[in-house]
């Protein structure tokens, strides 16, 4: 199936862009009354690569996404997909750009075969050739057994990855995808991300927003972090990790009484910390291990360490956590 | 502002694949669809016909009341299969996002709105159709011109199709919706001639039934049933496409103002 889908990515979509960025985004605006959405971002994505825009909801990711495919106008800036200026042509740009919404758009009065087939017609693909599509994505997705149920039957992940499958119907070399694991159980997430790293290797191009810090270390080659509609710094996952995570965390589970124990004996000793739920974390200082042999004997904790990851990257750079949103 | 501009151009694609949506979905639920295409409207049909037409007798011109309001149903219920099929419908569309999925393709809000006022017109020729066969088979359409009805029934079908989008497109939930019943339609279907004379309405209504657009639709519809067409047909054809110039227009601005934000 990979073959297959390598061989019918060939759209127009790569003869348009010779050479270059496949989405080159520029100083991107987007105002909702007084409010800018999206404030003056600029990044490319170069051929091949998944790039990521990490961030909270309400960071401006969907905005950014919803403009990139025509459905929300952009009050300036400028943005060209496969060489195509999407404020003058946005009619071209959805011929060579994939598509997955936020919410899975699935149409009720439909199959799942149906919806696929029908959706490959309205892009324009011939009956025979979108029922053959139709066909190669049910399979390649493992959907194929499920092709004549309704789509409400589906469970989430499922509904999910039909949403994914359809973006594919046109073989598009590049795709945007919004948020495409959100909500679902771990099991459907890593099918899903495991679909998404066999396009990869077809060489289809993908922009994803998340707030997934797993996802945009797993999936992406580069990613910005987004706050506030602006991009905070960009990199790939290691370098970000690098410059902003702390190279140790370590991790208290502190049951609720001796919570107050745990507080007062780190900031006796001017340890930083930050509480998410049950769970305080313990930046090193200057990679070294801060001292919390003291805690070892208190009853109710439980100490373990891990490696700095992007959520120590986002709240070194925002100051806030990934999850507040 | 960027892309503020509608994308110019109609791709045709665009308006065969939403209404082949649109008759795929509706061949799966057939048993249903039979329902409100051919059942419902032969029930009042044959309700109005007969029963009331036992009562009144024999209208002017020697034509019986059935004869009368036959058209009358047909056409008044063609408006409530394109009104339906723009306003529920579509707002379901909108609701679940198809239409957003459908906006990644290459498709406008224009054609979005020509694709299924095209499959409003399609439901209106089929209830139409369907409905006076029946009517034939009672004696009651009996001019070979009532073929001609066909033309009013494409009408209704633009005309009411456009008109139910003004809904959609504006509803904040369901509950708005039933204004398209309440407000629009049920008004219409009993004071646009369809079941009496407007003529017998005092002086100072009769002018507010001849606006609403329905009253110009049933007119055309019994000028063919009736084989009585003269010069007032046509002015009546011309008020549905003159109405129909300005709705689709305000329809297509309200749905972009929906969907692309």
Redesign the interface.
């Known amino acids: 199936m990979t073959e297959e889908l390598k061989q019918t990515g060939a759209t127009n979509a790569a003869a348009r862009n010779s050479g270059g960025s496949v989405i080159r985004v520029k100083k991107l605006r987007k105002l909702y009354g007084d409010l800018a959405a999206v404030d003056g971002i600029t990044f490319s994505v170069e051929p091949g690569e998944t790039y990521g825009l990490l961030g909270p909801n309400g960071a401006g990711k969907t905005t950014t996404m919803r403009m990139l495919s025509g459905l929300s106008p952009s009050n300036s800036g400028s943005i060209e997909v496969a060489g195509i200026n999407v404020v003058k042509d946005n009619r071209a740009v959805r011929e060579v750009m994939g598509v997955v919404t936020q919410h899975d758009g699935l149409d009720g009065g439909l199959t799942v075969f149906q919806n696929l087939f029908l959706f490959g017609f309205l892009a324009g693909l011939s009956r025979k050739d979108s029922k053959n599509r139709a066909n190669e994505v049910l399979e390649f997705f493992g959907l194929r057994g499920r092709s004549k149920d309704n789509t409400y039957e589906l469970s989430g992940g499922m509904k999910r990855r039909l949403a994914i499958a359809r973006s594919m119907m046109t073989s598009p070399k590049v795709i945007v995808m919004d948020e495409p694991s959100t909500g679902l159980d771990p099991q459907s997430r890593n099918r899903v991300w495991e679909e998404l790293a066999v396009l990869k290797d077809a060489g289809v191009t993908v922009l994803l927003s998340t707030h997934y810090m797993e996802e945009a270390t797993i999936l992406c080659d580069r990613l910005s972090i987004m706050d506030n509609g602006k991009i905070l710094d960009e990199g790939t996952p290691d370098q970000m990790i690098e410059h902003h995570a702390p190279k140790e965390v370590a991790q208290l589970r502190v049951a609720p009484a001796a919570l107050r124990t745990v507080r007062d004996y780190l900031t006796e000793r001017e340890i930083t910390y930050r509480e998410v739920g049950a769970l305080v974390s313990v930046t090193g200082l200057n990679g070294d291990r801060p001292d919390l042999s003291g805690l070892s004997d208190v009853e109710g904790v439980r100490t373990s360490y891990r490696a700095g990851n992007l959520e120590d990257v986002f709240l070194t750079i925002t100051g806030r956590e990934l999850r507040d949103g | ?4 501009i509608p ?1 110019p151009g109609i ?1 045709r ?2 308006v065969t ?2 209404w ?2 649109h008759a ?2 509706f061949v ?2 057939w048993k249903f669809v039979l329902t409100w295409v051919l059942i419902e409207p032969v029930i009042i049909l044959v309700a109005v016909g007969f029963g009331v037409g036992k009562l009144v007798g024999t209208m002017d011109d020697g034509v019986s009341y059935a004869q009368f309001v036959t058209p009358g149903l047909i056409i008044g219920n063609a408006m409530f299969h394109a009104l339906f099929e723009t306003s529920w419908n579509a707002y379901n569309r909108i609701d ?3 239409y ?9 809000i224009l054609e979005i709105t020509m694709g299924d006022i095209l499959w409003a017109v399609t439901r209106s020729i089929l209830t139409v159709v369907g409905t006076a066969i029946v009517a034939a088979l009672f004696g009651w359409l009996n001019h070979w011109e009532a073929i001609g009805m066909i033309i009013p029934a494409i009408m209704v079908g633009i005309t009411f199709g456009a008109l139910g989008f003004l809904f959609s497109a504006v509803a904040p939930h369901t509950t708005f919706l039933t204004l398209v019943f309440t407000l629009v339609a049920s008004p219409m279907f009993f004071f646009s001639g369809s079941f009496f004379p407007i003529s017998i309405l005092p002086d100072w209504v009769e002018p507010i039934a001849w606006a609403m657009p329905l009253t110009s639709a049933v007119h055309i519809g019994r000028g063919f049933a009736l084989a009585s067409l003269d010069i007032t047909h046509l002015w009546a054809a011309l008020y549905l496409i003159a109405v129909t110039a300005v709705l689709w227009p305000i329809a297509v601005f309200l749905l972009r103002r929906k ?3």
Do not use: C, H, W
Not at chain 2, 1 to 4: I, K, R, V, W
């Open positions: 502002m960027n892309l503020a994308t791709r694609r665009s694949g939403l082949l949506r795929v979905s799966r639920y679940n996002d198809v957003e999925t459908a906006l990644t393709t290459p498709i406008t969907l692309i934000s």
